[in-house]
């Protein structure tokens, strides 16, 4: 079973930056596809972004389509969210998580979660 552990997160202003980073262990990295979710108070768990196990193809939400970009390095074990044009309303809990292919990802059929790392944009 994989396990996973987020960072990178942390308060930005609006209009900024932050890359997320997700690092794997505890089975072959390459076996999964990959995905980033992000969860606010009092909301339902969102699916940003997924990734295919060899990194050829990817996949976005419409809320973060031209903003966020998933990425993966299989080497390193890591899997990254680049987040750009940031704003209040993507103040959440963002998890990493693993799963056989992209649309299982997609779909929120998962192998494995992270903790999570939080992001919290000001106005």
């Known amino acids: 079973q994989v396990q996973l552990v987020e960072s990178g997160g942390g308060l930005v202003q609006a209009g900024g930056s932050l890359r997320l980073s997700c690092v794997a262990s505890?089975?072959?990295?390459?076996?999964?596809?990959m995905g980033w979710f992000r969860q606010a108070p009092g909301k339902e768990r969102e699916f940003l972004a997924a990734?295919?196990?060899?990194?050829?193809?990817?996949t976005y939400a419409d809320s973060v389509k031209g903003r966020f970009t998933i990425s993966r390095d299989n080497a390193k074990n890591t899997v990254y969210l680049q987040m750009n044009s940031l704003n209040p309303e993507d103040t959440a809990l963002y998890y990493c998580?693993?799963?056989?292919?992209?649309?299982?990802?997609?779909?929120?059929?998962?192998?494995?979660w992270g903790q999570g790392t939080q992001v919290t944009v000001s106005s």
């Open positions: 505890g089975d072959t990295f390459s076996d999964y596809a």
């Open positions: 990734i295919t196990r060899t990194g050829s193809a990817s």
């Open positions: 998580a693993a799963s056989v292919n992209i649309q299982s990802v997609t779909a929120s059929r998962l192998a494995a």
